[in-house]
C-alpha cells in the first residue's frame, strides 16, 4: 500500500465514520474514525519512504501496530506535534481523546458521547489530529 492510497483510506474511513454516526451507530463510528488517523499516521510514515529504498526491516515491522501514539513517533512527528501540542492547547485536549483509541475498541460498546468526541477530536479543521495530520503526509 502507497502513500496516495492510504491518504485516500483515510479520508473514506472519516467520511464513513460520519455516516455512522448519522445512523447513530456510535460503536462503529468510534471505531472506523480511529483507523482514519491510523491511515494518517501510516501515510505521514510512508512519505519517509524512498521509492529506491529497501526499507529496513525492523522499522517496517515497527509499523505494524495499531498504535497510535507509537505510529506517530515512527512517522518521525513527535516532536513537532509535541510543539505543536504545546502552542495549541485544544489541539493536546484532542489528542489526549484521540490516543486512547485502540484496535480493540471493535470490541466494545461505544456511548454516543464517546463517538462524537472522538470524532470531534479527529476532525475539528483548527485543531483537529487529522488536520494537523493533513498538513504533513
Not at 52 to 70: G, I, M, S, V, Y
Not at 82 to 92: N, T, Y
Not at 106 to 133: C, F, M
Amino acid at each position: 500500500m502507497n502513500r496516495t492510497e492510504l491518504q485516500r483510506l483515510a479520508k473514506e474511513r472519516i467520511s464513513d465514520a460520519e455516516v455512522l454516526l448519522a445512523a447513530r451507530h456510535w460503536s462503529a463510528a468510534y471505531y472506523i474514525a480511529g483507523y482514519a488517523v491510523e491511515c494518517a499516521l501510516k501515510a505521514c510514515i510512508a512519505k519517509l519512504m524512498k521509492s529506491e529504498e529497501f526499507p529496513d526491516r525492523a522499522f517496517a515491522e515497527k509499523c505494524w501496530t495499531h498504535n497510535l501514539p507509537q505510529l506517530l513517533g515512527l512517522a518521525g512527528l513527535k516532536a513537532k506535534f509535541d510543539a505543536a501540542m504545546l502552542a495549541d492547547p485544544e489541539l493536546a485536549a484532542k489528542w489526549d481523546t484521540v490516543k486512547e483509541w485502540t484496535e480493540s475498541s471493535r470490541y466494545a460498546r461505544t456511548t454516543q458521547a464517546k463517538a462524537e468526541l472522538l470524532y470531534e477530536a479527529i476532525t475539528d479543521r483548527k485543531h483537529g489530529v487529522l488536520s494537523w495530520l493533513k498538513r504533513r503526509w
